[in-house]
């Protein structure tokens, strides 16, 4: 095998798992020339950019989806999100992370050994966070190689060898099927134009019995932030103090400004329910686990199991926590986040 040693070399993550990769285009294996990575059956060869692969495919123009991907593509070049902060270092990663209750509930039960890809990562923050754990790989995999940079480069000033990025689309996963033990992506489905054959393009990447964990705007909660981006606009933004970030002083002017374009002057977002999610688990093969916020009755604890199955609730229930989040003030942009595990039966899927 080549030793990936030149500066144009993948980051070492790859080199130990370039058997996980697959041809955006047709799916074959690849391998790694020194130079380039090479589709071992098609032909296709993807340059390597300060040591991020470059897998990212467009869409099949035959199906009219590739407007919105390069639409969104370039605002992500524009805008990277939720970009770093001035002091942003391992340290203060691991204390944010630790604070988001979802970050770190996810780190401490992982199982051991699993291999992790983040769809739609950004700029890395939960990639970096769950790389530091030894015996874990994760990926992180966006379209927006701006992102990718700053992911990268954070990686590597800290030094986090189990974390590593690669440029993909979505819709043509640059991964072999059914390889991954989790496979995460949150607040990217619904900027694709078809967040239901995007849910299904990445759930054929998690083994049989593996996990899924999608989080997406919700129809109900986010209706606090369309009133605000009303306001805003009719105010040419002079209001946007209204919105908590931008009145947070930790933040930088490169994080406020991310903040605010994503929320509020994104070219395509769409908005979801539980029940419909749900019933995209339920016909892809998945069950339903557990959701953030909890559709069961009970509060959500610090102790909470993400990888337990507990009760799905009803339409109603489903639709009270949705009238909760918009009560609450639809916080973070109104995401709601659900786990399910794929079925033991489920076949790998090309
Ligand atoms: C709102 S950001 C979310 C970033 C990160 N997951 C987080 O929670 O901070 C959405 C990300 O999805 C990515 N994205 C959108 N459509 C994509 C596609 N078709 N393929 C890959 N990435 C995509 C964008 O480039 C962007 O970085």
């Known amino acids: 095998m080549t030793t ?9 993550l790859f080199e130990r798992s370039i058997d996980v990769l697959a041809c955006p285009y047709c799916g074959a294996g690849v391998r790694y020339d020194g130079e380039k990575i090479h589709c071992q059956d098609c032909e296709k060869s993807f340059p390597v950019d300060s040591g991020i692969p470059q897998l990212f495919a467009p869409h099949d123009p035959a199906q009219q989806k590739g407007d919105v991907t390069e639409i969104v593509k370039a605002f992500y070049e524009e805008n990277p999100f939720p970009n770093y902060d001035d002091i942003d270092s391992e340290q203060t990663l691991m204390e944010k992370a630790g604070k988001g209750v979802f970050a770190r509930l996810l780190d401490e039960q992982i199982p051991q ?77 619904h900027h694709t134009a078809d967040p239901l054959g995007a849910f299904q393009s990445i759930a054929r990447l998690v083994k049989p019995n593996g996990i899924i964990i999608i989080g997406l705007y919700n129809k109900i909660g986010r209706l606090t932030t369309d009133f605000k981006r009303f306001l805003f606009r009719a105010s040419a933004d002079k209001l946007s103090f209204l919105d908590a970030h931008m009145r ?23 908005k979801h329910t539980y029940s419909e999610l749900l019933n995209w688990y339920e016909s892809n093969g998945f069950e339903y686990l557990s959701s953030i916020p909890k559709i069961d009755p009970g509060p959500f604890t610090d102790e909470e199991k993400l990888f337990v199955p507990h009760d799905k609730g009803t339409k109603l229930t489903r639709w009270l926590t949705e009238m909760e989040m918009l009560l609450t003030g639809g916080a973070d942009g109104a995401l709601f986040i659900m786990i399910g595990r794929k079925s033991r039966k489920a076949e790998p899927t090309a």
């Open 4 to 12: 990936l040693t030149t500066q144009a070399a993948p980051q070492a």
């Open 113 to 189: 050994g699993a291999l992790v890809l983040e769809v739609g990562c950004g700029t890395g923050q939960l990639t970096n966070f769950l790389g530091m754990r030894y015996n874990r790989r994760v990926f992180g995999s966006d379209m927006c190689l701006h992102s990718l940079r700053l992911a990268n480069g954070f990686r590597q000033r800290c030094k986090i060898k189990n974390a590593g990025f690669a440029q993909m689309n979505l819709f043509r996963p640059a991964f072999k099927p059914a390889v991954f033990d989790l496979v995460v992506s949150n607040g990217v489905l």
């Open 248 to 270: 947070n002083k930790n933040y930088n002017q490169d994080r406020k400004r991310a903040w605010f374009f994503d929320q509020y002057k994104h070219p395509h977002e769409s």
